[in-house]
């Protein structure tokens, strides 16, 4: 699981910003649980609780964890995939851009040793490129993941 997850687009903001879906996401955060037993803790239809947990997962503010099988049904526990969502500074700004930038992101998994060679070469390529008189200009930010 993330520490944190960045929204970076509005369709993970809206899918996020309904009361119930929050309130899936508090439950889901006490612990990995299938729909059923939300569906059971909420006193509401299963179905209902089905299509939420899929926009959810389609947005990949939630997971699937494991699944179980239990008699002759394959049980799909959710989990959220971060601890903290939250809202990209630049996904709201207001005000006339020139051209829009496009937003790039990586996922690396690297051992201790790799990760300090990264910064070292990272450093590197940001003091050369400042050197350069550019127009465009880029912010690089590395957060480290405890999912390794």
Do not use: W
Not at 84 to 113: H, I, R, V, Y
């Amino acid at each position: 699981m993330l520490d944190i997850l960045v929204i970076d687009n509005l369709a993970q903001l809206k899918c996020v910003s309904d009361p119930f879906r929050i309130k899936l996401l508090e439950l889901l955060s006490e612990g990995e649980k299938t729909g059923q037993q939300l569906a059971d803790e909420l006193h509401i239809p299963r179905a209902k609780i089905h299509y939420h947990l899929r926009e959810l997962e389609k947005y990949r503010i939630i997971e699937m964890v494991k699944t179980e099988q239990k008699h002759s049904i394959i049980q799909k526990f959710y989990a959220p995939t971060a601890k903290q969502l939250l809202p990209s500074p630049d996904l709201l700004k207001f005000g006339a851009e020139e051209t829009k930038k496009e937003l790039a992101t990586f996922k690396l998994q690297l051992n201790q040793e790799d990760f300090n060679d990264f910064k070292k070469d990272m450093k590197k390529f940001v003091k050369k490129s400042s050197k350069k008189s550019g127009s465009a200009s880029y912010e690089v930010t590395i957060l480290p993941s405890t999912e390794l």
